[in-house]
């Protein structure tokens, strides 16, 4: 056989390796990503006397220095805690979402040579990563931890993630709208310490605020990527492939403005048919 026929059939057998096409997820995941698109949600509440489920408020973090709050939920049932983070929803916020430097990530629990993340998120997530670690250790050691956010929050979510992580606590994230949050190494050091089963990224149509930091600015997302598309169903949401997947939201290219350029646009303001995020719902302080 030619050397050249070789050659061909050996680069198409790597491309795809190294590709493949999204695919709908199981409705288990699906389930998942609705009850924690409710506890991202609930975040945003002031206060939250009817957590979703049957969890409970265990904590409050609210550190005015660097306007972050966080809520430590606990739901007996299913031995569970569940540390939420809120997204931008404040003045202060948006002052840090623009404080886009990328800085060293250093924090609690992390070792990475050449990681750089978002300026803004690190100073707020270690302005309470005491605060949350002795929080999660005065509660049930056999409660599992789940990690959330949107928007601002899943950002929070995967850096506390990964702090936590690296001081040997068992957990799961899930982020939902999540800005890209550091450089290429970061991505890879989140895909290491946070692989496929633990960590999960969901993206929602044409969301444009996982867009609105670019890859031009020095960031890069990390896997895994979960694409939910209209109308919300366990087919019609899509497990996607590698970091910067083309077919998935990054297929729709958006800036995150809402219709004629003002306000975030709808896309980031509602996943899974939930409202989250969204100052104009009534129903916002009732945390479900």
């Not at 493949?20 to 991202?40: G, I």
């Not at 049957?54 to 739901?75: E, N």
């Not at 729709?252 to 003002?262: D, E, K, Q």
Request: hydrophobic fraction near 35%; aromatic fraction near 12%.
């Amino acid at each position: 056989m030619p050397s050249w026929i070789i050659y061909i059939f050996g680069l198409f057998v790597l491309l795809q390796g190294s590709y493949s096409a999204k695919t709908p997820v199981s409705q288990a995941l699906y389930d998942q990503f609705l009850r924690y698109t409710r506890f991202s949600a609930a975040a945003y509440a002031a206060l939250c006397p009817n957590p979703p489920g049957s969890a409970v408020v265990a904590r409050f973090f609210d550190q005015k220095a660097t306007d972050t709050q966080a809520f430590l939920m606990r739901d007996d049932s299913t031995k569970e805690l569940i540390l939420t983070f809120r997204g931008t929803s404040t003045a202060q916020d948006l002052i840090t979402d623009f404080d886009q430097e990328l800085v060293a990530y250093t924090s609690s629990g992390v070792t990475c040579n050449g990681c750089t993340v978002h300026k803004g998120y690190l100073e707020q997530w270690n302005s309470i990563a005491d605060a949350v670690k002795a929080a999660i250790q005065d509660q049930s050691r056999s409660y599992k931890l789940t990690i959330t956010g949107h928007s601002m929050g899943a950002s929070l979510a995967v850096l506390a993630a990964s702090s936590l992580k690296g001081q040997e606590f068992d957990l799961i994230c899930y982020s939902f709208g999540q800005p890209r949050t550091g450089n290429s190494e970061f991505a890879d050091y989140i895909n290491t310490v946070l692989p496929q089963d633990i960590l999960f990224r969901v993206t929602h149509e044409n969301d444009g605020v996982p867009q609105t930091i670019t890859m031009a600015d020095g960031y890069r997302h990390h896997k895994t990527e979960y694409w939910a598309l209209d109308p919300p169903s366990a087919r019609n949401t899509f497990q996607c492939e590698g970091d910067e997947p083309v077919d998935c939201n990054n297929s729709v290219p958006g800036t995150g403005l809402g219709a004629n350029g003002t306000g975030i646009n709808a896309a980031h303001l509602r996943y899974f048919g939930i409202s989250i995020g969204n100052p104009l719902n009534p129903g916002l302080t009732d945390c479900f």
